[in-house]
């Protein structure tokens, strides 16, 4: 069996088509607040929200910090709320 | 009676006394609608993350208070007419303390 039929890719790490294929890498991302169980997210610890904000202050995407959906949903609020209250910058150009 | 937390954030350009003064305040219109305040946490002045109604810096302060949640927008409605108080958000600590239970 050569290396192309097992996993679709030859060598050079082009598959079928020609086109370079990127398979997924690494283990799985894991939500913080569920491995944590953190039990409610306090829009006042901003050293906790800004974790889970790039540098420009923006909100990071669920597929980049592996937040489930529901805690996600919990961090965007409290970001939302600290922001209202002047603890974290909105996003900057 | 339900238990909130109120984060304030109040005018740093007024001297601490005038700070008492807001805080008091806030106390006086929780207990005047049979509120009971629980616990007050000055944090003090701090530099905000982004301008604040043309503020760079604000002074905060949490209060924990008791209070009927039918009373609750009455007080909402006179926070407004607070001296020195620019901002304020209140949350229900009950869910957060239920949610910590389960």
Redesign the interface.
Known sequence: MSPRDRDGKGRDGKGRDGKKQFPRKGRPKVCYFCKEKV??I???D?ALLRRFMSDRGKIRARRVTGTCQRHQRDVALAVK?A????????AVR | MRTYEA?L?CDPRRDDAELGQTLDRFQALVTERGGEVRNVDKWGRRK?????ED?TD?YYA?VTYDLDPDRRADLEAALPFVEGLV?S?T?RRD??ER??A?
């Open positions: 039990a409610y306090d829009y006042k901003t709320n922001r209202e209250m002047g603890l974290l910058s909105y | 984060l954030l905000l993350a982004a301008e604040v503020l604000g949490v901002r958000k949350i869910i957060r949610k910590a389960s």
